[in-house]
């Protein structure tokens, strides 16, 4: 009989990934068509942006685990090639119009937006689930998003033009209640292989440097006017080079020898990107930006510093990548700050006062509905056929990939031979 962690994902992924794929392309055949009243392809270089941050950006930035970079990047691609798929649709179910959801360059940014859920919550769970529960994941979590994401631009019309809140926040929480739930007591003590190497550290600062370089056009990619635009850019770029000279301050300051920390440089560094979102397109004017991309940056060290460690402890949460300090928390400042700028400032948006009420309303159910759904997919997540690791095998590569042989040392032939053993070589 099959072992309760069966990891042989030969029928169970290859069947559910087709099935999957041929049921979105009758979706797509019977409710998809292109958006005739849109032609303008002004969007486009900012869609470029968006698409290398998601697939290159956030699959690199995870390939810092030692043995685990195929799956970082690889099943990144996966879930990214799929949940914009599925994101197309779910966001547009909520947009229809004559029964057809209509493609444009804009739905393909929101898409890609969806997918960065999922690619947050990949990272809280990362080394510790079957590409058969990613699939899986994937599906719920940008179905919720989508119903979450309705809720806070219609219901509540809150604005979170960089998605502070509904993206950043809402993948961090949504991934950390699923990794509560998924909570594996043989992980408490540090696996082995839950760690970085020197060349791998180097190639997610790759991945931090893509995202940190085209973080401006994700913020500014669907704001409605082009001087919204200008101002998320310019927000956004102050906000993020504020955030990295904090962030290279407090991590020499937290370490006792005062050396600079990779996983902090790789991830803290980014969290003025995040923070700034829900109000990057508002007058706060730069030096408020660098303000906030200033207090984040300590948010998301000290947090990697002092709180990852006790939530792993007390609160049984294994938080691989860390998505708690770069997304949640950051996430919610944000939130916090664009309560606060509409508290301040009468901005209008789409003929729509905002109001610091329906702000904070935003940030508190798209918190609670992200625990909510992530607790509910943890559970879904938990059923023993779906091709989990063991414990043992967590963060390998080789469980779910080909892996190439290490090239074994050469031998070094002794030069302790006397004559005779060379003659009976010889011989």
């Known amino acids: 009989m099959p072992s309760a962690l069966d990891t042989n994902m030969r029928f169970k992924f290859s069947i559910l990934a087709l099935l999957l794929e041929a049921i979105i392309i009758v979706l797509f055949g019977i409710f998809v068509e292109y958006d005739k009243n849109d032609l303008s392809t002004s969007l486009y270089p900012l869609f470029q942006d968006v698409h290398v941050m998601i697939f290159v950006g956030f699959g690199f930035l995870m390939t810092f685990l030692k ?39 804009k739905s393909m940014i929101n898409a890609d937006f969806s997918t960065a859920t999922a690619l947050i919550s990949f990272g809280a769970v990362l080394g510790k689930t079957s590409p058969v529960q990613m699939l899986i994941l994937t599906i719920l979590e940008i179905t919720i998003f989508a119903c979450n994401e309705h809720l806070v631009t219609e219901i509540f019309q809150a604005t979170d033009v960089g998605a502070s809140m509904t993206i950043h926040a809402f993948g961090a929480y949504f991934g950390l209640a699923v990794t509560l739930v998924l909570y594996r007591p043989g992980l408490k003590n540090k696996h082995e292989n839950d760690e970085s190497t020197y060349h791998s550290d180097i190639f997610a600062m790759i991945g931090t440097l893509f995202l940190w370089l085209f973080w401006p056009s994700f913020n500014s990619a669907i704001a409605p006017e082009q001087i919204y635009q200008i101002k998320a850019i310019a927000n956004t770029y102050c906000s993020l080079a504020a955030c990295t000279v904090v962030t290279f301050a407090l991590s020499s300051l937290v370490d006792q020898r005062g050396k600079f920390s990779m996983v902090l440089i790789q991830n803290a560094t980014l969290a003025g990107g995040v923070a700034v979102g829900t109000c990057a397109d508002l007058s706060i004017y730069p030096f408020a930006a660098m303000c906030i991309g200033s207090i984040a940056g300590i948010i998301s060290v000290l947090g990697f510093h002092f709180l990852t460690p006790l939530l792993a402890s007390k609160l049984n949460i294994q938080d691989t990548c860390g998505v708690h300090n770069l997304h949640g928390l950051p996430g919610i400042l944000g939130g916090i700050a664009g309560i606060v700028v509409t508290a301040i400032k009468g901005e209008v948006r789409h003929g729509v ?27 879904i997540l938990k059923l023993p056929f779906l091709g989990q690791p063991s414990d043992q095998n967590c963060f390998d590569d080789s469980v779910y990939w080909e892996v190439p042989e290490e090239e074994k040392p050469h031998e070094i032939p002794s030069n302790n031979y006397d004559e005779s053993s060379r003659f009976e070589a010889n011989v």
């Open 67 to 105: 043995k685990y970079g195929f799956s970082s990047v690889g099943i990144n691609m996966l879930i990214a090639a799929f949940g914009l798929q599925w994101g197309i649709l779910m966001q547009g179910f909520w947009h229809m119009q004559g029964g057809k959801i209509h493609v444009n360059i």
């Open 353 to 379: 006062p905002l109001t610091p009420g329906m702000q904070a309303a935003a940030l508190g159910s798209t918190i609670g509905i992200a625990l909510a759904g992530g607790a509910l997919t943890g559970g």
